[in-house]
């Protein structure tokens, strides 16, 4: 082990918590890892660690299924990312809380504590590549022997370094340490999360066992501090290839915050029984809206949720991007029923090797089914049951670069009625002029009913690139980011898309599938002037007058939602009061000097309630 540990470049800390820890494991195999999660096999495999002053306390368990592992945390609250969990260790320039700030204390105390805790246990070293395997970053996982499921889970997110295939000049700039026990010793059982920027390594310390924060977002905040520090970003965004029956085909990034409908934008369409669509049922009348669309278009997806931008793949016209990830980190809670999600169900049922779920119900033995999610409480499923998909498992996935035709921005959006006015005013799509895209890549609504997190009530801001929970920097270093970006890349265009409800209407993520089918067909999401018109509120740019799809034209009530009978043009003000008021407070915070003078200017333009035409006049689209 010692001729291994000995081709890492690590500092001394490093290498003392290796040379004197009880155990060392560097893993050989996916198998070796799955493996080492179930303890070597054991039916039902309690991780558990001894925690001073409060004896034993169990953490999660993880069952031995026919399809794979499932992942079942004790506690709720440890089912979601918690969205203030991180913390920053460091002095560099930041805007996010530093741990001096929330914990009055030192964080090297908590840090030198945290590694001697770490030479005392049996752990799996892991070396991995953060990002793409091209543009990435070599990086290092210090973890427990006992927390192996966590490693695992890592291993596929990011796509690890097997043991015999470790170069002798691998040279980690950035390191995962897990320390569970912190949780309860430091952190009243709280997830806290404490990046530490040092001179030459990008440390993440995770203080407890949800892969959310740190395997997943930790990672994508190690990608954003390399980008923000040569210039570029990694955006939050899936990303798919659609080709129509008739062999035309578009590229469609989404982006958004946390429930956007990223994963969704590259599934399937959900059916009813006799393959039609319920498109939209009236939340007042239960009226139900069906589809029939016998021809969809073919999907090939490219990215899930962290898109690399990298620099050297740009071509000054289009946005190009590439997968920042080797596995995808799947919600299912919207699959609830056998045949909600066929292409989901084949390969999670039958899947090529053994998978990782969270918050799945399962057995000893028994075959994980992705409609059977853990409860939180008696008839309560959990909002988040999630699997880990290796992207190599997705048939006709696409690993190489590409040209992105259309960014879209996903919405939840609550029902919007006359009795009760909302910001849920959004119809099917919109059009957005750069300058408001860019606008909307700022606020990055969280939006109604978010699964993902702890804290879903009302309308929250999810912050800059809808990314910025996971970054580390300042604010307005990523706003100038994004604005560079927009303008660099003038060919790709943007629309804006909700899901959950349209007006008084639930739609679910009905709207992004049948926008995805209308682009396609139409080839791009360029627009006649006959074909658009200014929305009545201007934060939503322009508004179709028709959307006909498959032979079917889409109600005008759902392209302007004014139109709605249960809506009218009163309810409709109120709700873009709500929605641009909300702009208002979150874009005061990016209206500083250290703006581009262009952000400055089309902030000044929404604050002072400027037109579609104005934002085009600051940034035409072409």
Known sequence: MKSEIAKFKINEEVKDILEMASKVVIPKSRDHLLSLATCGGQSIFNVSYEVDNKGI?????????????????????????????????????????????????????LRLETLEWLKKQELIVMPLIAGDDEYGYEALLI????????????????GFIPKDQISNTFEPKAIIYVAPPFRHTHFEGKQVVVHNRLEDVHEVFSFNLYPGPSAKKGIYGVLLNMGELENWTTVHASTVKITTPY????????????????????????????????????????ECIYLKMNDTCELNAITDDMAMCHPELQNNNKLVVKDAEAGWFLRFNHITEYGTSPQH?????????????????????????????????????????????????????????????VRSF?????????????????????????ALAWIWRLVAPRGH????????????????????????????????????QIINTPSTRYVLIPNQHIGSYEVGFNPQWIVREYLARKGSAKFKDEQIEKSRCSLLGYSLKRLRVDGYNIPKGFLQTNYQHSIGEEAYDKGAKMLTDFFKQELTKFNTDELLPLGREIINCFMNDGSVEDYIKLIPMK
């Open 57 to 109: 306390i169990d953490e999660a368990t993880v069952t031995k299924c026919k399809n794979g592992v499932s992942v079942n945390y004790l506690e709720e609250y440890m089912r979601r990312r918690d969205p203030d969990c991180m913390v920053i260790g460091d002095n560099k320039n930041t805007d996010k809380t530093r741990y001096k700030e929330r914990f009055n204390a030192d964080f090297e105390d």
């Open 143 to 158: 973890c427990p022997v006992n927390a192996a499921f966590f490693a695992a889970g890592l291993a596929d997110l990011q």
């Open 247 to 286: 062999d035309n085909s578009l590229i469609i990034m989404h982006e958004g915050a946390s429930g956007g409908g990223k994963s969704e934008m590259i599934e399937d369409v959900h059916r009813e029984v006799d393959g039609s669509i319920l498109f939209a049922q009236n939340t007042e009348s239960d």
């Open 345 to 405: 169900e084949k390969l999670c049922i039958h899947p090529q090797e053994p998978l990782i779920f969270f918050n799945m119900d399962a057995s000893p033995d028994s075959t994980i089914l992705i409609w059977e999610h853990t409860e939180d409480a008696p008839g309560k499923p959990c909002p988040n049951p999630r699997v880990i998909m290796p992207r190599n498992f997705v048939p006709g996935v696409i690993k190489k670069p590409v040209e992105v035709d």
């Open 410 to 434: 996903g919405v939840r959006t609550p029902a919007c009625t006359k009795s009760d006015p909302t910001y849920g005013i959004i119809g099917c799509i919109h059009i957005l002029p750069p």
């Open 449 to 484: 009913a978010n699964p993902s997190i702890t804290d879903s009530e009302g309308m929250t801001s999810e912050g800059v690139g809808s990314y910025w929970p996971f970054a580390t920097g300042k604010m307005v270093d990523q706003a100038n980011l994004l604005l560079e």
